[in-house]
């Protein structure tokens, strides 16, 4: 599978979410327990899936609606920030700093839950750059 990036640099493709419906409804209610356990979210099942940022607007995952980089990125045709010549932006930044705490959950979960739940939205920032750097 081709690896799929959000407007702001996290790995959609491996986030629990995408194509979840795909996946199954086991895998689904799996990934509502960890994430209601590990970020406090209350989301029904049969809603964690997502088509990522890219994927039709219908088929992208409630959190991800309201998200402003990834808006933008649709009203100008890009794929991700790293296309846009606009370097400071505060509707990334804000895309951002919404995962930036993510990676000190490493040290309280097993290695399997963080892989599995919380790595995808790690790096975010560094992917987008090296994204930018390749594109540009």
């Given at each position: ?10 790995l ?9 419906k ?14 209601k ?11 964690l ?13 409630r959190?991800?609606?309201t998200?402003k980089a ?5 009203e ?6 790293a ?18 705490g993510?990676?000190?959950?490493e ?16 790096g ?13």
């Amino acid at each position: 599978m081709a690896k799929e990036m959000s407007a702001c640099g996290v790995l959609c493709s491996s986030c629990p979410a995408f194509h979840g419906k795909a996946k199954g409804i086991e895998h689904q209610k799996q990934t509502a327990a960890a994430w209601k356990r590990i970020f406090k979210l209350n989301a029904k099942a049969e809603t964690l899936t997502c088509g990522g940022c890219q994927g039709p607007e219908k088929e992208l995952l409630r959190y991800c609606r309201t998200c402003k980089a990834q808006q933008c990125c649709r009203e100008k045709g890009l794929h991700s920030c790293a296309e846009c010549p606009v370097k400071a932006c505060a509707r990334l930044e804000k895309a951002q700093a919404v995962w930036d705490g993510v990676p000190k959950l490493e040290k309280k979960l097993s290695r399997a839950d963080f892989v599995k739940y919380v790595k995808p939205y790690c790096g975010h920032r560094e992917r987008l750059e090296q994204a930018r750097r390749a594109h540009s």
